[in-house]
């Protein structure tokens, strides 16, 4: 008799509450997934900070052999930001080399754009520089 009033009662409140959501609710998960959206934006940007950073540190590097001008700097940057920043992620970015005689510097100019209107775009600079190798 239990087991009978048991299911009975199941039936009933599955019946009661059948499509039951709250605008609570709706309103909850579309907030989460925008703080989802933004905090993965987040995390795509300082990955392409990172690899501006390697791509500026490789392009010093080559760059500051005896032999290697700056067109070779700039040449193995874009390789290593055409290998890693594909896209439309490296759309907006750009890498310069200068000689200053003793150093090579590379700079590289950003531009990351939001996925979300309420985020405004990211811009910076990164800027590395090493000691130019001379012949004997």
Not at 78 to 105: E, F, K, P, Y
Request: aromatic content about 6%.
């Amino acid at each position: 008799m239990i087991l009978v009033d048991a299911r009975r009662c199941a039936r009933r409140l599955l019946r009661e509450e059948a499509g039951f959501l709250t605008a609570q609710f709706v309103l909850a998960v579309a907030l989460s997934f925008v703080f989802l959206v933004l905090v993965a934006n987040l995390i795509v940007w300082q990955y392409a900070r990172g690899v501006l950073r390697s791509a500026v540190d490789e392009g010093v590097r080559t760059g500051s052999r005896a032999t290697a001008t700056p067109a070779d700097c700039e040449t193995r940057a874009r390789a290593v930001l055409g290998d890693l920043l594909g896209g439309a992620l490296g759309h907006d970015v750009s890498v310069t080399c200068t000689d200053s005689g003793n150093q090579i510097v590379a700079t590289a100019n950003a531009r990351l754009q939001s996925w979300l209107p309420l985020m405004p775009d990211w811009s910076f600079q990164i800027t590395g520089s090493d000691v130019k190798e001379h012949r004997p």
